[in-house]
């Protein structure tokens, strides 16, 4: 793959003529790994989901996107609309990197209401002369004419004394009837911080300081932030970079989580539980949740990371969203569930149920590519057992439970073309119950996987061939009785 250099990186879709682009679309388009539910780039790549809200009827989801290429360059913003975060309505670049703040970027941010108005609240990197970055925190409403019209001039520019230019990903929120803004941040001797602002009428922002938590030392950098009350709790999310593995924790490049306790901002204190992983699989970062019409708390996070290469960067594209997930606290204890309006897309329902054994591979008799399945374990009195989804002779997507030890794991060393610059090729997660359920969505090029109705979650890209479309269940000894139900998926 041809070397990006940096003029590449930094070329406005716009100076771009129009055939070179219509050549990488009908690239992207030819790509055997495109999905078929899940909200992908039209070209190039996709990273952070961006300004999530329900306003005025519709949901609007937008995304990071670099349009000319499967790297990081001059990122835009790509917005959709929805009436049920099922299907949804391209509607283009929403944000783009136009004016003299955000000419290198228009990166991470959040949406909100305010006095009947939509408006996007978003960090814009600009870079000098000597390539030094200088980040601001910009505003723009939303018209009524579906565009949008920016601040002239940052309501944020620079960061306070103490900390470097690693400043960014405002997400906006509301409390005791003021607007407050919780940033990603990092301190002159590197360590990653949440700091917070407020204002009362969308155009001043007031320093308010750092928020205080346990974590003094966890990462040189926290990534986009979010705060929401839950089930009676606070919640906050981030995303830390420069986390050492700890066993079968922290293995991904850069991680994402939450803590969940109880913010004060009258001492700007955190009082906290343990940080925990959002997502114990290859491929999940920069989540963000918003509220949905019915009151729910909704999360949609980025099925990608950065600084991996991905078998599709060669074919001009990059990475996918999420499902959505439906956020529940329960017994102390953050859930993570499938979006309900997502059994719309359920068609050709098949069910089977047996018992799986070391002798007996294949219980039945289903195949597909992009599928919602639904395991039950009725009885088990096997020392491990063997999912296999994305088959053939030569591959296989393994999902592993071991009743001993009580832990899932994910398997894809030999799911197909893997990404590169990844520690390993399993992921292993602890349960806090035995497993009961395994409730997986499969796409063409991804796999989902909830555990126990949203106990654990583990997310990854997969790419096996085109004929690897079996799925079989067996045990090491004894066996296991099981209850499969499945769907295709189809919009």
Not at 170 to 186: H, M, N, R, S, T
Request: hydrophobic share 30%.
């Amino acid at each position: 793959m041809a070397e990006w250099t940096r003029e590449a990186r930094y070329q406005r879709i716009e100076d771009v003529d129009t055939e070179t682009f219509m050549e990488l679309k009908k690239r992207v388009d030819a790509s055997p790994y495109r999905q078929t539910y899940h909200i992908q780039p039209e070209t190039g790549l996709l990273n952070d989901p961006n300004g999530l809200i329900y306003y005025d009827g519709r949901y609007y989801i937008s995304h990071q996107w670099f349009p000319l290429g499967a790297v990081h360059g001059l990122k835009y913003w790509f917005n959709y609309t929805s009436d049920d975060l099922v299907h949804f309505e391209s509607q283009g670049p929403i944000l783009e990197p136009d004016t003299k703040y955000d000419s290198h970027g228009v990166y991470s941010g959040s949406a909100f209401e305010y006095n009947g108005h939509l408006y996007y609240m978003y960090t814009g990197n600009h870079r000098d002369h000597h390539w030094n970055r200088v980040s601001s925190q910009m505003i723009a409403r939303l018209k009524e004419d579906g565009t949008v019209e920016k601040f002239p001039k940052p309501v944020i520019h620079g960061q306070p004394e103490g900390y470097t230019s690693h400043f960014r990903d405002p997400k906006v929120f509301e409390k005791d009837g003021k607007l407050y803004a919780i940033l990603g941040a990092q301190t002159n001797n590197e360590q990653g911080r949440l700091v917070l602002y407020r204002s009362e009428d969308v155009v001043n922002w007031t320093f308010l300081g750092e928020i205080q938590t346990d974590l003094s030392q966890f990462g040189y950098m926290w990534e986009c932030p979010d705060y929401f009350e839950l089930d009676g709790h606070d919640v906050i999310l981030f995303c830390p970079q420069g986390v050492e593995a700890e066993g079968e924790k922290y293995r991904n490049i850069y991680q994402s989580g939450y803590m969940i306790g109880n913010l004060v901002i009258e001492n700007m204190t955190f009082d906290h539980q343990a940080f925990q992983e959002l997502d114990r699989g290859f491929d999940f970062y920069a989540p963000q949740t918003f509220v949905d019409k019915h009151g729910k708390r909704i999360l949609i996070g980025w099925m990608g990371l950065p600084d991996i290469d991905y078998p599709t960067d060669s074919e001009g594209w990059a990475h996918c969203l999420t499902i959505p997930r439906e956020l529940t606290i329960e017994n102390g204890k953050l859930k993570q569930r499938p979006l309900k309006a997502l059994e719309t897309l359920r068609t050709n329902k098949e069910t089977a149920l047996g018992y799986a054994n070391k002798f007996n591979r294949k219980l039945h008799p289903y195949e597909g590519k992009q599928y919602e399945m639904i395991i039950d374990i009725l009885e088990n009195d096997a020392t491990e057992v063997y999912f296999e989804l994305r088959s053939s002779r030569n591959e296989s997507t393994l999902i592993i439970y071991n009743q001993r030890e009580n832990t899932i794991t994910l398997d894809r060393s030999d799911s197909g073309l893997l990404p590169t610059n990844v520690d390993g090729t399993a992921r292993t997660t602890r349960l806090d119950t035995p497993l009961n359920q395994l409730h997986i969505f499969v796409d063409t090029s991804s796999i989902e996987i909830f555990c126990n109705d949203g106990e654990r979650v583990l997310t990854s890209r997969i790419f096996p061939s085109e004929n690897a479309t079996g799925i079989k269940a067996s045990t090491e000894s004894g066996q296991v009785y099981l209850q499969f139900t499945k769907y295709e998926l189809k919009k």
